[in-house]
DNA sequence: CTTATCAATTTGTCCGACAAAGCTAGATTT
DNA sequence: AAATCTAGCTTTGTCGGACAAATTGATAAG
């Protein structure tokens, strides 16, 4: 053993690691608040005692968190982070995971139902609303699968929404991100599916008016299973999500 | 108008986010396989043709993405991105957007449901020998809250895995990382929490076992029930996440 | 009071440099 | 000859300085 080294190893992390920590700290501790700003990267230069490329790195760490974002003029200011925004990074996580639609099918299957019933529950006169436009719009394209595919995406996402339930909104957005897409072509290659989507919203947005759990609960199922059976029409379930499918869900991202 | 500007305004992204996503398509696509090398950022400044503080600035946007790492001797390669450190983002999400503990509790109870009913379908004989190993541990620590609620944690996440979804395994991540740290606060604080703690993993172990869905429900439900009454005894279940709180469950990050 | 102009900031990028730690391969020891 | 040691080469993390383009703020002009 060579002179002990008296006192050492102390200082573990690098420095811009240190530096993003610091930030970081600062926001969920709640001493930054989501839209004030951060500071110019002299500045933290200045605070941090360190050099700008440092500063930088550490900066890129936190925005890809999404924890602080450059506003419209670039300066830094913390942020909530997007749900969809790290939603989008667990979808590609699933995708190299290979998970498979049966998966993704069954988780999908408990979330949507867990939202219905809180829809049903606590819908707001404005959540109704909501659900109520996108049904309108999607009644107007019920012949074109890329635009009902999408508006199907949201009425889904409004239904989580009026769960009120946060936790469950954040849940099932990783599982839809890849799920929902697939809607366009089973929309496009099924006759009378954009019919049926659109009598499926008909009567989940009914059961939420009607605080009707039991038939927002039985519609979930329906439509879902109906998705399914479009789906098995021209895959397999037990494929995985694969690297070409993913291009859709990833495009979104942009 | 200034003298029309012909041809402009294609390149957009930064070259640091360029480099990223350049990176990015190569492991999603699985041209890049997770394990492989990227390279030296020598040899990426020469391949991209941008300055080493570009390079490592696009470098640190991928690592906190979890699309790559550094080995142990710190060289570039691709990695699966893990569960439970994206998880960890999204428990500080959900700090930020301070959910409470009742949206926290809606949704798991939705999650731990989900589970063990696939965990009852689908649990292999390995899957069973790892929830009975915990099942052990966790009866030879019933009074030490500290060392039971680390157990609990682990019985529930074995328990997804067991449900063979993926999928399933994700959703449920992020909320669990929130909810089971109270657990040690309620154990503690509830004579007889401990006790009451392993009978339930007791039961439902021997449901999975039977193939007994009802029964495995049942206890679930049993089991986050006892949670509850015993956080309410404690805390409101109305309350926000709070971010003192939060501090355990995010030094378990590190 | 609005508009045009101009200087000061700020960001994104580049260049070059260096210490510390890791790796490699030749030199040394057994 | 096998194991070990050592010295040199790489690579990473960090630093300092530099500059063009975009943005801001303030000042001057109408």
Redesign the interface.
Known sequence: MPTTPLFRRIDVAPA?QKVADAIERE????RIK?GEPIGTEQQLVAQFGVNR?TV??GI??L?????IRRDSSRRLQAC??R?NK?AT??S??????E?TFR??F??SM??EV?SVE?AVERATEENIAELAGNLERSAAVVGNPAALAELDAEFHVLMAKASQ????Q???E??AQLFFPTTEMIVGGVPEGGTRLVEAHHHLLDAIKRRDKEAGVLWTRRHLQDWRRGFEKIASLDRSVE?TY?EHA?AARQ
Chains 1, 2 share one sequence.
Do not use: F
């Open positions: 811009y926001i969920i501790n709640g989501p490329s930088r790195e890129r760490v925005e890809e968190g999404g924890l909530l982070p749900y790290l990074r667990l590609r996580a699933l995708i190299l995971h998970v998966e993704l069954e988780t408990t979330l867990a809180g339930n946060r936790v469950l954040l849940a099932r990783p599982a690297h993913m990833y």
